[in-house]
């Protein structure tokens, strides 16, 4: 069945109303026909099947059949905080975390990014992201779409370290903190098979040229902990989809 | 220090020649000068300092300080084998997995592959591929550049699988075995520090449209175990960087 996002407004009690690109999608690329069904998600987590009672110019009406528990959901968040990247890597950042499992996106900009955008092209930049992470969604078959925020500065990121259960920043060092070591044994008071509020977990990705040291001190602060993904040196956009997945893959949502 | 990866005729027992583009960016784009210090490796393992002796036309000449010992190569060999994606995702795979640590590339055709190549733009994209296998190693501190196949039918695939310590096939079904149930305990023969050969672990990945009933249960004949990534499904180039994240991962390499 196809899935769609659809806008809370438009997602009532009954009946859902697919309306935009996505009736079109559905209407002149699926060409559904009355009866056929459709999943539709209210991108937080609501999900339902519904038929379709209405083929209108622009419009499809469908009779919610049945409700869903979204089930393809991680039960930990993950919050991906990536330095803005030169050219269209945060594009391919939001659609591949997307994909794997990420909840929320905060681009942001700290002593090395290079990247700045005015304010009107920082809203085009989250409107097309945006549009990146519903789709990547849809694609893979969730019933949430992450959350992606405007470009943060490197203060009010560090203000919300603080509101994460664990929050890490990647950083190359001497014998710094592995990754694996750091995730290990996080959440041990979480008792299998227990009910626990769910757990969120904040991963910092610094720009093409690194942290400064004044900023890794900052971040420690702010208590963040320093960690290393090994020895190879991965660029920056490579680096985020590969820590996503050693988080989720640790707490067993990657297949285990 | 800046790399190269020297082709072994040019890296003698005192000294190395570097050539070619990477000439060009030694003294173009480098700047170097006589007495500058650079990472020489053969692509195979062999790697040491040297130093610049002498500046030509099209060729620098650099006497060797110092053997090193190659220290970011995984101790376990992965062999990537994709079907042939659309576009230009197969660059995407190899210069991704080649940061994450992929010893090798096997591009296949499976019965649902869209992509075909004639002979001619087959060896384009082998010699293409192989670049940016050089390219992302360099750019990782790698001392080994991953071998790229020229494109395998499906025969021949299941043929080599016999070939590796453990091969997967990433395959969605009800109640399939979860990929990190299927890693570990996978070689837990190799006691903690004691030497043991090198494993290696293949890793098959399907095409858009995915692998037919047919070729999961000849896969399954061939001793390809069927894994499971998770709920969530992932672009056939996204299953790629995952599936080796989680192997590099879960034995210890990617930070741990």
Chains 1, 2 share one sequence.
Not at 49 to 64: L, N
Request: with cysteine.
């Amino acid at each position: 069945m196809q899935r769609y996002f659809i806008p809370k407004e438009h997602f009532l009690d009954t009946t859902v109303r697919v309306t935009g690109d996505d009736a079109h999608h559905l209407t002149h690329v699926m060409r559904a026909r009355i009866g056929d069904r459709i999943i539709c998600s209210d991108g937080s987590g609501r999900e339902a099947i519904a038929q379709v009672t209405e083929m209108d110019k622009g419009m499809v009406v469908a009779s919610i059949i049945e409700h869903v528990e979204p089930a393809n959901e991680p039960r930990i968040d993950v919050w991906i905080a990536q330095s803005l990247p030169k050219g269209d890597k945060m594009d391919a950042v939001i659609q591949k975390c997307t994909e794997i499992g990420a909840a929320r996106f905060i681009p942001f900009v700290s002593e090395r990014t290079v990247v700045r955008y005015d304010a009107k092209k920082e809203e085009k930049r989250v409107e097309r992201w945006h549009k990146i992470a519903k789709e990547a969604a849809e694609q893979a078959h969730r019933s949430r779409i992450p959350v992606v925020e405007a470009p943060f500065d490197w203060e009010r990121l560090l203000h919300i370290a603080s509101w994460a259960d664990a929050a890490f920043i990647l950083y190359e060092k001497e014998n710094g903190l592995m990754f694996r070591d750091a995730l290990r044994g996080l959440f041990d008071d979480a008792a299998p098979g227990g009910r626990t509020a769910k757990r969120n977990v904040l991963i910092v990705i610094g720009p093409e040229g690194g942290f400064s040291e004044r900023e890794i001190k900052e971040a420690e602060e702010a208590g963040l902990k320093p960690v290393s993904l090994g020895k190879r040196i991965l660029r920056t956009e490579t680096a985020a989809m590969v820590g996503l997945t050693c988080i989720l893959y640790e707490f067993g949502e990657m297949g285990g």
